[in-house]
Nanobody
Framework: QVQLVESGGGLVQAGESLRLSCAAS????????LGWYRQAPGKQRELVAA???????NYADSVKGRFTIFRDNAKNTVYLQMNSLKPEDTAVYYC?????????????WGKGTLVTVSS
């Protein structure tokens, strides 16, 4: 079992920044990928960014150049630095861990943290 606890969501204006954090605990030795996914109202959950234990990263096209994911293996924590936020980034952001970064590769989910970007 892996437990994931997110923090850092909130309300910001367009153009501002936020940093999300996710602390992993439990059977962390089994984790290959840590990532962030989001789900906006009425939309499907989608990958935002993910990073493997070895440091390979994958980003959604919509966030490339604005968001950065980084992982601190010593602290078992993954971060998502979100810059130049847009109203369309508004969603519940979920931390996840698993074998690979597509949705069917996720084994564990956090409870989610709401990010709201006002125009």
């Amino acid at each position: 079992q892996v437990q994931l606890v997110e923090s850092g969501g909130g309300l910001v204006q367009a153009g501002e920044s936020l940093r999300l954090s996710c602390a992993a605990s439990g059977s962390i030795f089994s984790i290959n990928v840590l990532g962030w996914y989001r789900q906006a109202p009425g939309k499907q959950r989608e990958l935002v960014a993910a990073v493997t234990r070895g440091g390979s990263r994958n980003y959604a096209d919509s966030v490339k150049g604005r968001f950065t994911i980084f992982r601190d293996n010593a602290k078992n924590t993954v971060y998502l630095q979100m810059n130049s936020l847009k109203p369309e980034d508004t969603a519940v952001y979920y931390c996840a861990s698993g074998r690979y970064w597509s949705l069917d590769g996720v084994d564990y989910w956090g409870k989610g943290t709401l990010v709201t970007v006002s125009s």
